[in-house]
């Protein structure tokens, strides 16, 4: 079955450094995602990405956030100036053409900023 | 966005069937009733998804009442492996791109 792939697993970063998530969504899919989650706490949404693009944002998507899908497989998440509360694990999602159709999610990159 | 209330946890024995409640009264004609699962220290599955009628998948079924004003996700035989968070999220498909919103969800615990 198709796969979101996510690296790396674990990132141990400083303060203030920047930190760059790699995604490979599934080949045909046309939608992306990244989402986080806070140990304990929900499943955030960040951002949507469609046609080379944001779609949407959420709130905690601010300027140290960006997203890039530079060469038509990898999608990434980057962070240019962490801070203790990016710790978090980050997923990435995708999903086809279907407007209803289900995300496929990744394994998620565990994020801890020291 | 239309809201989901689900009990906060649950427990089942091995190989029973659960059934998980979902309560949404304030649904509207356009949304669809998906349902997503998380496995421990893993990201988010999906599972099932359905508008009107009861849906089958090889993972689980989904009943959806007559209102649409609840629905429930079927695990007919629960494993060990079953034990996840299970989320139902409202995802309106007039809106295009509406994204997939988690609320807290039901914990389920398998006994074996």
């Known amino acids: 079955e198709p796969e979101v792939t996510q690296t790396p697993s674990h990132q141990v970063t400083q303060m203030g450094q920047e930190v760059i998530l790699r995604c490979v969504p599934i080949?045909?899919?046309?939608?992306f995602y990244w989402y986080r989650q806070i140990l304990g706490q929900k499943v955030e949404f960040l951002v949507s990405?469609?046609?080379?693009?944001?779609?949407?944002k959420s709130e905690i998507f601010d300027d140290q956030f960006s997203v890039e899908r530079p060469d038509g497989s990898n999608f990434t998440l980057k962070i240019r100036s962490t801070k203790l509360e990016d710790s978090a694990m980050y997923f990435c999602?995708?999903?086809?053409?279907?407007?209803?159709?289900?995300?496929?999610f990744g394994s998620g990159t565990r994020l801890t900023v020291v | 966005d239309a809201k989901t209330t689900q009990p906060n946890s649950m427990e089942s024995n091995e190989e029973e069937p659960v059934h998980l409640p979902c309560n949404h009264s304030?649904?509207?004609?356009?949304?669809?009733i998906h349902w997503y699962r998380q496995l421990p220290s893993q990201g988010p599955e999906y599972v099932i998804h359905?508008?009107?009628s009861n849906v089958n998948n090889r993972m689980a079924s989904l009943a959806i009442a007559e209102d649409r004003k609840s629905s429930t996700l079927i695990l007919h035989r629960a494993t060990l492996r079953d034990a996840a968070v299970y989320y139902c999220?409202?995802?309106?498909?007039?809106?295009?791109?509406?994204?997939?919103?988690f609320g807290t969800g039901t914990k389920l615990q398998v006994i074996p």
């Open positions: 999602a995708s999903r086809g053409d279907r407007v209803v159709g289900g995300y496929t």
């Open positions: 080949s045909n899919h046309l939608y």
């Open positions: 990405f469609y046609n080379n693009e944001i779609s949407e």
């Open positions: 304030t649904i509207s004609g356009t949304d669809y």
């Open positions: 359905g508008l009107t």
């Open positions: 999220i409202l995802r309106d498909w007039a809106g295009g791109y509406q994204k997939v919103t």
